[in-house]
C-alpha cells in the first residue's frame, strides 16, 4: 500500500516548503487540480526538479483530449496523469496511448461515475494503471465519503490498482486502511494538520502495516 499527499490549496513555494517538510514518509505528490489552474504545468516541472526521487501525479482530471493533454503532462515531468472515468471511451483510450509512449501511467478518477461497477470493468479494460474512488470537496461538504465504492470496485477491478481519495484524516485512515486499497490519498488530513511531519510520519507507519 503507498500513500500519497495531495497538494491543492498552495503555491508553487508552499508547495515545494510542504514536500520538504514530509518527504521521507510518502510515495507519491499529488500537484492538485486548483494549483494546476492557477500555476500551469510549472508546477509539476518544479517540484519535479526539486524532488526528482518522488513520483509526481498531475491531477489534470482530464475529460476531452486525453492524448494531447498526457503528452503535455508527460512533457513537463508527471509521471501519473488522471483523468476522468465519467469522461468518453475515446478520451482515455487516447490518455492510456499517448501515456505508455512516454512510459508514464493512468489513474482514472471515478468522482461523479453513477454506476461504479459498470464502470470500472469498462476503464480496467481499457488498460488504465490506477482507479480511484473519490468524494471531493463537494461531496465531502455534504458527508460523503468513498468507503462503499472502493468496495464495490474492488470486487470487479482485475489488473488496475485501486485507489482512494476524499477527506481521509488520521483517525479514518486505520478504516481506510482495512478495506485494502492499492494508494491511499490524503490532503487536507496532513497539510491542513498543525504538526504536518509528526501526522505524515503516524500516516507513513499505519500504511507500511499493510
Ligand atoms: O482531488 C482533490 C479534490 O478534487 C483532492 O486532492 C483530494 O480530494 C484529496 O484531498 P483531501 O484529502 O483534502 O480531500
Given at each position: 500500500?503507498?500513500?500519497?499527499?495531495?497538494?491543492?490549496?498552495?503555491?508553487?513555494?508552499?508547495?515545494?516548503?510542504?514536500?520538504?517538510?514530509?518527504?521521507?514518509?510518502?510515495?507519491?505528490?499529488?500537484?492538485?487540480?486548483?494549483?494546476?489552474?492557477?500555476?500551469?504545468?510549472?508546477?509539476?516541472?518544479?517540484?519535479?526538479?526539486?524532488?526528482?526521487?518522488?513520483?509526481?501525479?498531475?491531477d489534470?482530471?482530464?475529460?476531452?483530449?486525453?492524448?494531447?493533454?498526457?503528452?503535455?503532462?508527460?512533457?513537463a515531468?508527471?509521471?501519473?496523469?488522471?483523468?476522468?472515468?465519467?469522461?468518453?471511451?475515446?478520451?482515455?483510450?487516447?490518455?492510456?496511448?499517448?501515456?505508455?509512449?512516454?512510459?508514464?501511467?493512468?489513474?482514472?478518477?471515478?468522482?461523479?461515475?453513477?454506476?461504479?461497477?459498470?464502470?470500472?470493468?469498462?476503464?480496467?479494460?481499457?488498460?488504465?494503471?490506477?482507479?480511484?474512488?473519490?468524494?471531493?470537496?463537494?461531496?465531502?461538504?455534504?458527508?460523503?465519503?468513498?468507503?462503499?465504492?472502493?468496495?464495490?470496485?474492488?470486487?470487479?477491478?482485475?489488473?488496475?490498482?485501486?485507489?482512494?481519495?476524499?477527506?481521509?484524516?488520521?483517525?479514518?485512515?486505520?478504516?481506510?486502511?482495512?478495506?485494502?486499497?492499492?494508494?491511499?490519498?490524503?490532503?487536507?488530513?496532513?497539510?491542513?494538520?498543525?504538526?504536518?511531519q509528526?501526522?505524515?510520519?503516524?500516516?507513513?507507519?499505519?500504511?507500511?502495516?499493510?
Amino acid at each position: 500500500m503507498k500513500l500519497q499527499l495531495a497538494l491543492d490549496l498552495v503555491d508553487i513555494p508552499q508547495a515545494k516548503a510542504l514536500v520538504q517538510e514530509v518527504e521521507a514518509y510518502i510515495d507519491i505528490v499529488e500537484i492538485g487540480t486548483p494549483v494546476v489552474i492557477n500555476e500551469g504545468l510549472r508546477a509539476v516541472k518544479e517540484i519535479k526538479q526539486a524532488f526528482p526521487s518522488l513520483t509526481v501525479l498531475a491531477d489534470l482530471k482530464i475529460m476531452d483530449a486525453g492524448g494531447y493533454e498526457v503528452m503535455k503532462a508527460s512533457e513537463a515531468g508527471a509521471d501519473i496523469i488522471t483523468v476522468l472515468g465519467v469522461s468518453d471511451d475515446s478520451t482515455i483510450r487516447g490518455a492510456v496511448a499517448e501515456a505508455k509512449k512516454h512510459n508514464k501511467q493512468i489513474m482514472v478518477d471515478m468522482i461523479n461515475v453513477k454506476d461504479m461497477e459498470q464502470r470500472a470493468k469498462e476503464v480496467d479494460a481499457m488498460g488504465v494503471d490506477y482507479i480511484c474512488v473519490h468524494s471531493g470537496y463537494d461531496h465531502q461538504a455534504e458527508g460523503k465519503n468513498s468507503f462503499a465504492e472502493l468496495n464495490t470496485i474492488q470486487k470487479v477491478v482485475r489488473q488496475a490498482k485501486t485507489a482512494i481519495a476524499g477527506g481521509i484524516k488520521l483517525d479514518t485512515l486505520p478504516e481506510v486502511i482495512a478495506a485494502g486499497p492499492d494508494l491511499v490519498i490524503v490532503g487536507g488530513g496532513i497539510t491542513g494538520q498543525e504538526n504536518r511531519q509528526a501526522t505524515a510520519s503516524r500516516m507513513r507507519e499505519l500504511v507500511k502495516l499493510r
